[in-house]
């Protein structure tokens, strides 16, 4: 058994890349923390956001065991980098280091054998994603946790689902340039992960996030699409998760 942490960016962040590996750990026994570097919220933090909450009720159906703030502003996503609000820092805006130290500081508390973080693109390049990752890799070397699995999908997995959603008619937009340059490579992949089996789980935990359902953006649509699919058509499209394993974390091969 071990102790697994999941850094992330944003409260729902949780649920789409790892939700389901989060799920498998805690159903295995192993101890599952998720640690999320802003609330969400882009303005003055009314303390215990409802976005947080939302989490925690997120972590709970996933089986999670701590959930833990670090205590930073969301810093957007487009061109505009909106000024700090008053009561604290967006992430993308804290030193590196600092904000590892917080990290650190969680990893070494709750003994960590593995952090789970984002690949060098955050994703799809979100800046408070790709934060999370230069901010993961400096929080695991001052915490010397040896074992980094950076969540991914491989890019001709994103295509093929950009087909699928064409053929379905899903109401979706996108653009094919930037999805060809997200996410990872298929040969830069280390770890596949089948968890069709907690597809359930994963859904639910998604439907936890109220406020981001009721949203008016690309993100809220995509989202409510997805949590109004068949169970076996959520599985198919979400049953799978993928990690490149960072270079300077350990070898030893991860079985869960």
Known sequence: ?????????????????????????????????????????????DGESARLGELRASAGVLGVHRVVHLGYADSGHGAVLYPDPPDRARFVRVDTDVAAGRLAEVLRLEGAGVLLSYDANGGYGHRDHVRVHEVGRRAAELAGVGRVLEATVPRDVVERLVGLVRVLRIPLRYDLDVVRAAFSPSAAVTYRFDVRRFARQKRAA????????????RGSAIMRVLVRLPLPLFGLLLGREWYVQAPSASADVVRW
């Open 1 to 45: 058994m071990t102790t697994i942490v999941a850094f992330h960016a944003h409260p729902d962040d949780e649920v789409l890349l790892t939700g389901g590996t989060l799920a498998r750990a805690a159903a295995g026994g192993h101890r599952v923390v998720i640690v999320v570097a802003t609330d969400g919220v882009m303005g003055v933090s």
């Open 206 to 217: 998604l439907a936890a996030h109220r406020s981001q359902l009721a949203g008016r953006g």
